[in-house]
Nanobody, 126 residues
Framework: QVQLVESGGGLVQDGGSLRLSCAASGRTFSTYRMGWFRQAPGKERDFVASISRTGAHTYYADSVAGRFTISRDNAKNTVYLQMDSLKPEDTAVYYC???????????????????WGQGTQVTVSS
């Protein structure tokens, strides 16, 4: 079993930056594809970014490409999401997810991930 704990959310002004962290328990972190998803009130959970086991490959939703950067430190069992040039439409609860059999083709599909964190609120004020 893997437990994921997100941190780093908060309130920021339009154009500001935040860095989210997701700490994982267990010794198998490096075997998991990791992803970030977000969910705004009344909306579905949407893909934000994912990163391969070694960190060599990253993927982004079109809405955040060029503004957000996903990275991981397997020695620290942690995945990060650096968010720059934040916009009010980025406001949502952000979730960290991990999966050990997530095909690259489906890396943006929430149902493909096995483990989820509790979420951290990000609010961008205009």
């Amino acid at each position: 079993q893997v437990q994921l704990v997100e941190s780093g959310g908060g309130l920021v002004q339009d154009g500001g930056s935040l860095r989210l962290s997701c700490a994982a328990s267990g010794r198998t972190f490096s075997t998991y594809r990791m992803g970030w998803f977000r969910q705004a009130p009344g909306k579905e959970r949407d893909f934000v970014a994912s990163i391969s086991r070694t960190g060599a490959h990253t993927y982004y939703a079109d809405s955040v490409a060029g503004r957000f950067t996903i990275s991981r430190d397997n020695a620290k069992n942690t995945v990060y999401l650096q968010m720059d040039s934040l916009k009010p439409e980025d406001t949502a609860v952000y979730y960290c997810a991990g999966g050990n059999a997530v095909p690259e083709l489906y890396n943006g599909v929430p149902a493909r991930y096995d483990y989820w964190g509790q979420g951290t609120q990000v609010t961008v004020s205009s």
